[in-house]
């Protein structure tokens, strides 16, 4: 029976291929989209979760928009990784693909009520939708499966030497959800920099053929260069589809199960996961965090995804 999923996403590059792989996996029935403020405005996200939909041909999945700035604290985007559009490299036509005219926590609240079986929420951003709908509805979290995020790192951070950007961008949410009770899975940078989408595995989208393919490798290409530019990688992390990839290939990540803590007031590290792996400070377990990952079947499965949408292009 395919896993009822809610995609919470701020696309960016990365959170565009999981669109595309959580529609084209047949293990996943994609029941809605929600956006939030985070590689850039909300408006560039949610058009860009759009845009996303229409080039791959994805249609009857609400999308809705939510959150354009964070519980407490500034909004910050992340231009220098995802450009002025937040999408930028391929060339957009308009949309086809329209937007819900419902907000995104009423989404949520409609696709779970309506859903026989509890729905997993994916969450691929800040998590300020998600911390904002546990605070609004409270009577709907037995309605929630589990939550399977990207966000936090066991060790370094991208956005300051200790923080990951979706947690760095709303630390106060990611509390929220951690402490909410509620089975998390949590997918952060020690494990997406195991999956590096460099020259080779680009090659491997070029090679499809497919107007659908075009548009990925010109998203990666970009999303390569950017982070040899400001990081000096080989290769762009492709964060967010760890995410649906887990749901789809239990085994494709290994996982430990640990506390995972939010630094909420730290001068130098507001906004870091602190993950106790040894459980020394005696904190109990609340996540389970990823740590090792196939990357070989993790590309298998993107490309798959892509050719899978795509093929009908040819
Ligand atoms: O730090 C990486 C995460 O922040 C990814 O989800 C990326 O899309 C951005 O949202
Ligand atoms: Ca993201």
Redesign the pocket.
Known sequence: MAIPVILDC?P?H??AFNILLAAAHPTIDLLAITTVA??QTLEKTTLNARRVCTVAGIEGVPIAAGRDRPLHGPVRV?ASIHGESGLDGPGFKDPTVPLDRRDALTLIRDTLLAHPRPVTLVP??PLTNIAAFLLAYPQLTDRIERIVL??GSTDRG?TTPAA???IHCDPEAADIVLTSGLPVTMLG?NASHQVLATEDVIARFTALGTPLADICTEMLGFFAGRYREVFGLPGAPL??PLTVAHLVDPDLVTFVRANVAVELTGTHTRGATVVDLHGVTGRAPNADVATVVDAGRFWDLIVGAVWALGAHQA
């Open positions: 701020d960016g990365d959170d985070g590689n992340a691929t951003g990207m966000g991208n990951e950007f979706n940078l964060h967010d």
